[in-house]
């Protein structure tokens, strides 16, 4: 068994779909933040199943097709869900996250029938253009986290965005520390190119929502 397939170094922590399926993500018991399946990559991960985007029995899969990209994916939960509903979707981290992205498509790539996933590296404010034409989507859970990554972390949504580009960001709200200041000075640098709509918790999925994470849609504004 190779150095990155030791069992013993996972738990795994499952997301049922809407049609019974189950996502089933594997998490680190030892690493950073990026090694966890956070609620906020939950909360994402359900609203992408929600009817404005994905109701079969009407007719609606907004997913088919798309091109998604997640952003500071980690375990991937968000970018995999898209890629079940049918979307082709690119998944991207650090170096130091590609193993436990790998191993997470392998595991959930039966539920992965007419879409598709693969795992990249990308560290924000560096060069895009392999990631261009601008995706439909961008996906982002839990990424508002560290002061040094905000400025880079814009300058990545507006190389990547063009004028049909959604980017879904699913934050947690977070009082301690400098979490406030970092949220402050991110909508700061956000808002001079792009228009925040903050999604409502009746369009969310009923279950899998919580007062404390809120849900954007983020696009460019028009020049």
């Known amino acids: ?13 499952e ?3 809407n049609d019974g399926s189950v996502l089933k993500l594997k998490q680190c018991y030892i690493g950073d933040v990026g090694c966890v399946v956070w609620d906020a990559a939950i909360v994402l991960s359900k609203y992408l199943e929600t009817k404005e985007f994905y109701e079969p029995p009407a ?26 509903l049918g979307a082709r979707v690119t998944v991207t981290d650090l170096e130091d996250l590609q193993t436990l992205l790998r191993v997470n498509i392998r595991d959930n790539q039966a539920l992965v029938t007419t879409g ?10 560096e060069d895009v253009s392999e990631f261009l034409p601008s995706p439909r989507f961008v996906l982002m859970a839990d990424c508002i986290y560290y002061e040094q990554s905000v400025v880079p972390l814009v300058e990545t949504l507006k190389l990547l965005s063009g004028p049909e580009t959604c980017i879904i960001c699913c934050y947690e709200q977070r009082t301690e520390g400098g979490n406030p200041e970092v949220e402050r000075r991110f909508f700061e640098l956000l808002q001079q190119n792009f228009s925040c709509e903050k999604v409502p918790a009746e ?9 404390d994470i809120h849900i954007l849609h983020i696009r460019r504004r028009k020049a």
């Open 1 to 13: 068994m190779a150095a990155d397939e030791d069992e013993s170094k996972y738990f795994v922590r």
């Open 203 to 211: 369009k969310q999925d009923p279950e899998f929502s919580s007062p």
């Open 116 to 125: 598709s996933v693969t795992a990249k590296v990308l560290k924000w404010g």
């Open 15 to 17: 997301i049922e779909k």
């Open 59 to 84: 007719g609606v899969n907004v997913w088919s097709a798309s091109s998604v990209l997640e952003l500071g994916a980690g375990t991937g939960a968000a970018g995999i869900m898209a890629a079940t």
